[in-house]
């Protein structure tokens, strides 16, 4: 929670959320990257644009409708572009 707020609240932050309010539960994740490190990463590196269709799926959105029972409705980027014009 403190990764983004500076290096001293940030370390006090984190250190509350951890050992003062036990917010956090104990893990291990083998090969896992710290946040600012994957921001910093990915700051350095060169945006390689997609070539998108219309006709490509955007989203996959779940929903109960009505019955409750959940169901993917799938977005193309068409519909996401033409929802956004209307708006």
Known sequence: MGDRRGLLKGALVNYVVRNVKKMVPSFNLQGAVRFNHALAKGTAATLKRPDLKP???????????????????????????????QV
């Open 55 to 85: 006709t490509y799926v955007a989203v996959l959105q779940y929903t109960g409708g009505t019955t409750g029972v959940s169901k993917g409705a799938v977005l193309l980027h068409s519909n996401v572009i033409a929802n956004v014009l």
